[in-house]
């Protein structure tokens, strides 16, 4: 598994990217609510794991075309921006739906968490490279 996430890593990016598109343009009528999972904050922990995946992907382009440290950082900042697009754009073009800052803190949370990994999954794909 960890070979097959190496070798498409742009492929699964552009893939998870569009997927993370497509659920927070769904417009909120058809997004299921239930009250027990807002208790334990399911939402946040949502918005954090997409955007931890997009940036894990990303991260290991950067370890897979052997790229800077500031390529690392850039497709970091490229995921952070991405997440407070898909808010504004919640908050204005979707219908039925609203922008949150703390879904954008979730979305940031995760793409930190990759970056803090950043070495771990250096670690990890060594072999591959």
């Not at 027990?36 to 990303?58: N, P, R, Y």
């Not at 968490?113 to 490279?129: G, H, R, T």
Request: positive net charge; aromatic residues 18%.
């Amino acid at each position: 598994m960890k070979l097959f996430i190496y070798k498409n890593s742009v492929a699964l990016a552009v893939i998870w990217a569009a997927i993370i598109f497509i659920l927070c343009s769904t417009p909120g009528k058809y997004i299921p609510s239930v009250s027990w999972l807002e208790l334990l904050s399911f939402d946040k922990w949502v918005h954090a794991t997409m955007f931890f995946i997009l940036c894990s992907l990303l991260i290991t382009i950067a370890i897979r075309k052997n790229q800077q440290l500031r390529m690392v950082f850039l497709y970091f900042g490229m995921c952070v921006v991405y997440g407070g697009l898909l808010e504004i754009m919640q908050a204005n073009l979707f219908s039925h739906r609203s922008g949150d800052w703390q879904d954008f803190a979730a979305n940031t949370f995760g793409c930190l968490i990759a970056l803090i990994l950043f070495k771990k999954f250096k670690s990890v794909y060594y072999s591959f490279s």
